[in-house]
């Protein structure tokens, strides 16, 4: 019996000191004072080309929205996960309901890593780990821009998750195994500049491995299959293989895919459809030389089979 006590003493001191340990790694971590303190003021009109690279609107536009409409970030827009239900929120410049009251320090802290004026962890959902690769001065200018848009009252409704994923808290381990600022993609020394160009607007602002990426039961990126396509988060369809291996977009060249980006027709005069379709329309907004850029990183990149289950093909 006293070594049962101590057996069940041991234990309990275990789970304690885990508990503890679990609770420390878990926090919050934000921007160091001297890295907010080096930056300047953004510049609004920089500010506007990172707000349609990070494709703001696909988000947090009202669903439907056309027009100058889609500058009106209320939010509201329903993302059905295996993980639940995660809803947009209102970051429109409204001070009660969006995001006019943040100061330049609760934004970049958002957009870098993941963490909310109040201190708790934003859900990944939000794709600030792709964010986290941005460079300060266009999240300054990122934050310029959107000072320039309307404040639109109404607070989105919020997220409906199951147990565990209902507990910020645990965001925390999450991002202490895939929240990094390091490239995804190692360049060889010497790479011409509109591949370091578009690794920077496919890997950061772009965001788009946070969809065309197989992800691991945690919801992490596997980077080992980066672009490879994926099963879509939401419903039962597949995100493309966008790297040149067999099945993505071998057969396509950098002129085919800048063309695409502009107008929305593939080289067989295909057109974008489903979620693409609010992406495309905001690279067409981008610089002829920013497509060029994107354009010229993807078909830089490893090339991979696709990163998801192989379709049945319809029978008659």
């Not at 069940?8 to 000191?17: K, R, W």
């Not at 330049?104 to 690769?133: C, I, T, W």
């Not at 490239?183 to 772009?206: M, N, Q, S």
């Not at 299959?225 to 966008?242: D, F, M």
């Given at each position: 019996?006293?070594?049962?006590?101590?057996?069940?003493?041991v234990?309990?001191?275990?789970?304690?000191?885990?508990?503890?340990?679990?609770?420390?790694?878990?926090?919050?971590?934000?921007l160091d004072?001297?890295?907010?303190a080096?930056?300047?003021?953004?510049d609004?009109?920089?500010?506007?080309?990172?707000?349609?690279?990070g494709?703001c609107?696909?988000?947090?536009?009202?669903?439907g929205?056309?027009?100058?409409?889609?500058?009106?970030?209320?939010?509201?827009?329903?993302?059905?996960?295996?993980?639940?239900?995660?809803?947009?929120?209102?970051?429109?410049?409204?001070?009660?309901?969006?995001?006019?009251?943040?100061?330049?320090e609760?934004?970049?802290?958002?957009?870098?890593?993941?963490?909310?004026?109040?201190?708790?962890h934003?859900?990944?959902?939000f794709?600030?780990?792709?964010?986290?690769r941005?460079?300060?001065?266009?999240?300054?200018d990122?934050?310029?821009?959107?000072?320039?848009?309307?404040a639109?009252?109404?607070?989105?409704?919020?997220?409906?998750?199951?147990?565990?994923?209902?507990?910020?808290?645990?965001?925390?381990?999450?991002?202490?195994?895939?929240?990094?600022?390091?490239?995804?993609?190692?360049?060889?020394?010497?790479?011409?500049?509109?591949?370091?160009?578009?690794?920077?607007?496919?890997?950061?602002?772009?965001?788009?491995?946070?969809c065309?990426?197989?992800?691991?039961?945690?919801?992490?990126?596997?980077?080992?299959?980066?672009?490879?396509?994926?099963?879509a988060?939401?419903?039962?369809?597949?995100?493309?293989?966008?790297?040149?291996?067999?099945?993505?977009?071998?057969?396509?060249?950098?002129?085919?895919?800048?063309?695409?980006?502009?107008?929305?027709?593939?080289?067989?005069?295909?057109?974008?459809?489903?979620?693409?379709v609010?992406?495309?329309?905001?690279?067409?907004?981008?610089?002829?030389?920013?497509?060029?850029?994107?354009?010229?990183?993807?078909?830089?990149?490893?090339?991979?089979?696709?990163?998801?289950?192989?379709?049945?093909?319809?029978?008659?």
């Amino acid at each position: 019996m006293p070594f049962v006590k101590k057996l069940v003493g041991v234990l309990i001191a275990l789970g304690g000191v885990g508990a503890v340990a679990g609770w420390v790694l878990s926090a919050p971590v934000t921007l160091d004072t001297q890295t907010l303190a080096k930056l300047g003021p953004g510049d609004a009109a920089r500010g506007k080309r990172i707000f349609y690279a990070g494709g703001c609107t696909s988000c947090h536009a009202k669903p439907g929205s056309r027009g100058d409409a889609r500058l009106q970030l209320v939010g509201g827009l329903e993302l059905k996960t295996a993980f639940g239900i995660f809803v947009p929120p209102n970051i429109s410049q409204d001070s009660k309901d969006g995001i006019g009251a943040w100061s330049f320090e609760d934004f970049a802290n958002a957009m870098l890593k993941g963490v909310s004026p109040s201190g708790e962890h934003f859900y990944p959902a939000f794709p600030y780990a792709s964010y986290a690769r941005m460079k300060s001065s266009d999240i300054a200018d990122l934050y310029a821009f959107l000072k320039t848009l309307p404040a639109v009252a109404g607070k989105a409704p919020g997220n409906s998750l199951a147990f565990p994923f209902n507990i910020r808290r645990g965001i925390g381990l999450w991002k202490r195994l895939y929240l990094s600022d390091q490239p995804v993609v190692a360049l060889p020394d010497g790479a011409p500049d509109p591949v370091v160009a578009g690794r920077y607007l496919v890997e950061g602002p772009g965001h788009c491995g946070e969809c065309h990426t197989p992800r691991d039961f945690a919801g992490g990126i596997r980077k080992s299959e980066w672009l490879a396509g994926a099963v879509a988060a939401e419903g039962s369809g597949v995100v493309p293989n966008i790297t040149s291996g067999e099945g993505g977009i071998d057969k396509w060249s950098e002129a085919d895919i800048a063309n695409y980006l502009e107008t929305g027709f593939t080289p067989s005069f295909d057109s974008v459809g489903g979620a693409m379709v609010d992406v495309q329309h905001n690279m067409a907004e981008l610089t002829a030389g920013d497509r060029a850029a994107i354009a010229a990183y993807l078909k830089a990149i490893p090339p991979h089979p696709n990163g998801y289950p192989a379709r049945k093909k319809a029978t008659n």
